[in-house]
């Protein structure tokens, strides 16, 4: 005798005329077609008696790096908090990058616009995922493309919580060499000439990017005449 199946049927969903979005390759962003090659880290950037921020592991792609952090607090250790609920940025580490070049990525808020004078470079450090409350936060990180260097400095800063800036150096040789041994799984989804010259064609939305400049480079060469992605302002 079959047993009958465990889940209840979905109920008959009903018809988006308007359901004509398609999935599409984003080059700023991690590649929806590759399995990156985890990298264990385990790498500690600041530790007290109340708390602790690790690089726990690195998620290596031939197009950038994600890194993901994680913040724990003591049970009991008192939390500063500068308003009655705390404010949004206040409840997890403030995260940053700092190349070998001495580039900064990640320094500024959100949305705020660059320093007179400062370089501009095409490097993005953008928030992909993040969750957690109360006594542990976890975030993750995606910087594109691989930087040069033997090394790239995880910064990190949390005041309310008595954690000065403190930062850590991750090998990038062996983030490169995992790089080389992601998955291509297959093609990947087309970015069509309208995503190319439409909002697609600048950083991702939302204040989670953390840039030094609106200038994309696509994988592709842009033909002759052309304006660049990014032109217009933002």
């Given at each position: 005798?079959?047993?009958?199946?465990?889940?209840?049927?979905?109920?008959?969903?009903?018809?988006?005329?308007?359901?004509?979005?398609?999935?599409?390759?984003?080059?700023?962003?991690?590649?929806?077609?590759?399995?990156?090659?985890?990298?264990?880290?385990?790498?500690?950037?600041?530790?007290?008696?109340?708390?602790?921020?690790?690089?726990?592991?690195?998620?290596?792609?031939?197009?950038?790096?994600?890194?993901?952090?994680?913040?724990?607090?003591?049970?009991?250790?008192?939390?500063?908090?500068?308003?009655?609920?705390?404010?949004?940025?206040?409840?997890?580490?403030?995260?940053?990058?700092?190349?070998?070049?001495?580039?900064?990525?990640?320094?500024?808020?959100?949305?705020?616009?660059?320093?007179?004078?400062?370089?501009?470079?095409?490097?993005?450090?953008?928030?992909?995922?993040?969750?957690?409350?109360?006594?542990?936060?976890?975030?993750?990180?995606?910087?594109?493309?691989?930087?040069?260097?033997?090394?790239?400095?995880?910064?990190?800063?949390?005041a309310p919580q008595g954690v000065p800036e403190s930062s850590v150096a991750l090998d990038l040789s062996e983030l490169r060499a995992a790089a080389a041994r992601e998955l291509v799984l297959w093609d990947p989804p087309p970015l069509r000439a309208e995503e190319r010259d439409g909002?697609?064609?600048?950083?991702?939305?939302?204040?989670?990017?953390?840039?030094?400049?609106?200038?994309?480079?696509?994988?592709?060469?842009?033909?002759?005449?052309?304006?660049?992605?990014?032109?217009?302002?933002?």
């Open positions: 005798m079959t047993d009958p199946p465990f889940f209840d049927p979905w109920p008959e969903a009903e018809p988006d005329p308007d359901d004509s979005q398609q999935e599409i390759d984003l080059p700023w962003m991690p590649p929806v077609h590759v399995v990156g090659e985890v990298v264990p880290l385990a790498q500690t950037v600041f530790r007290s008696d109340d708390v602790a921020v690790v690089v726990t592991h690195v998620v290596a792609y031939q197009r950038g790096l994600e890194l993901h952090l994680s913040a724990w607090l003591r049970p009991g250790a008192h939390r500063n908090s500068i308003s009655v609920v705390g404010m949004w940025h206040e409840q997890e580490p403030r995260v940053g990058v700092r190349l070998a070049d001495g580039t900064r990525l990640g320094h500024r808020p959100p949305h705020a616009d660059a320093s007179p004078g400062e370089e501009i470079v095409e490097s993005t450090f953008t928030l992909t995922a993040g969750n957690g409350g109360g006594l542990h936060s976890s975030s993750a990180w995606w910087l594109h493309p691989v930087p040069e260097g033997d090394t790239v400095d995880v910064v990190v800063e949390w909002w697609f064609a600048y950083a991702p939305m939302g204040g989670s990017a953390y840039r030094s400049s609106l200038a994309i480079t696509f994988d592709e060469p842009t033909p002759e005449g052309d304006d660049e992605p990014g032109d217009e302002p933002g």
